[in-house]
T-cell receptor
Framework: GQQVMQIPQYQHVQEGEDFTTYCNSSTTLSNIQWYKQRPGGHPVFLIQ?????EVKKQKRLTFQFGEAKKNSSLHITATQTTDVGTYFC?????????FGAGTQVVVTP | GAGVSQTPSNKVTEKGKYVELRCDPISGHTALYWYRQSLGQGPEFLIYFQGTGAADDSGLPNDRFFAVRPEGSVSTLKIQRTERGDSAVYLCASSLKWDIGDEQYFGPGTRLTVT
C-alpha cells in the first residue's frame, strides 16, 4: 500500500534561519496536503498541491510538488517562534489521507 | 461558525471495557473521517463516511472497532473490549464533500487511556 515518509523527524532551527522538510511517497499521488499541528493541538490544513511541479507560497512558507507527484517539500524562510509545531504531509487516496510521521520543528530564539 | 467538536475530551477506561467516542462535524459537511494518533506519529486513517454510509472502513484495526453515522451528521466510534494498545488520541475530521483534495477540518480529539 501507499506509504508516506517525512524527513527529518526533528528540526531544530535558530530564529531567523531557513529550513526545508521533505515528504516522499511510495506511489504516485493524486494530490498532497500539508497540515500543521501545534503542541497539544489538532492538525490544521495549510495547503494542497495537485499539479505536477506545482509551487505555492503562503507568506514565508513555500510548498512544492514534485514532477513525478511522488514527493513534496515545505520550505520556511526566516523562521519565527510561531512556526513551532509538527508539520505533516498527507497523500490523498480518494479522500482518504495517508499521513507521514511529521517533522517536529523547535525554534530557538 | 462552530468547528468540529468531540466528546469526551479525555476518557480513561479499564482494559476490557466498552467505550463510545462522539464527533459532531461542521454543519453541512457531508464527509466525516476518524483517525487515530499515537504519540510522535501522524494521524492514522480508520474510517470515513459519505453521508450515512461507511465509504471506506479499511483502516479499522479489527472487529472490536465500529463506527456509525445514522443520520448523516453526528458519528460515534465504538470500541469493544478495550486493550491497552488502543490508548491514543482519536481525531475526527469533516469536509464539505467527499472529493479528492477536499480540505479536512479536524476536531480537538478524544484522548483515550486504557489502564
Amino acid at each position: 500500500g501507499q506509504q508516506v515518509m517525512q524527513i527529518p523527524q526533528y528540526q531544530h532551527v535558530q530564529e531567523g534561519e531557513d529550513f526545508t522538510t521533505y515528504c516522499n511517497s511510495s506511489t504516485t499521488l493524486s494530490n498532497i496536503q500539508w497540515y500543521k499541528q501545534r503542541p497539544g493541538g489538532h492538525p490544521v490544513f495549510l495547503i494542497q498541491l495537485v499539479k505536477s511541479g506545482e509551487v505555492k507560497k503562503q507568506k514565508r512558507l513555500t510548498f512544492q510538488f514534485g514532477e513525478a507527484k511522488k514527493n513534496s517539500s515545505l520550505h520556511i524562510t526566516a523562521t519565527q517562534t510561531t512556526d513551532v509545531g509538527t508539520y505533516f504531509c498527507a497523500g490523498d487516496s480518494w479522500g482518504k489521507l495517508q499521513f507521514g510521521a511529521g517533522t517536529q520543528v523547535v525554534v530557538t530564539p | 461558525g462552530a468547528g468540529v467538536s468531540q466528546t469526551p475530551s479525555n476518557k480513561v477506561t479499564e482494559k476490557g471495557k466498552y467505550v463510545e467516542l462522539r464527533c459532531d462535524p461542521i454543519s453541512g459537511h457531508t464527509a466525516l473521517y476518524w483517525y487515530r494518533q499515537s504519540l510522535g506519529q501522524g494521524p492514522e486513517f480508520l474510517i470515513y463516511f459519505q453521508g450515512t454510509g461507511a465509504a471506506d472502513d479499511s483502516g479499522l484495526p479489527n472487529d472490536r472497532f465500529f463506527a456509525v453515522r445514522p443520520e448523516g451528521s453526528v458519528s460515534t466510534l465504538k470500541i469493544q473490549r478495550t486493550e491497552r494498545g488502543d490508548s491514543a488520541v482519536y481525531l475526527c475530521a469533516s469536509s464539505l464533500k467527499w472529493d479528492i483534495g477536499d480540505e479536512q477540518y479536524f476536531g480537538p480529539g478524544t484522548r483515550l487511556t486504557v489502564t
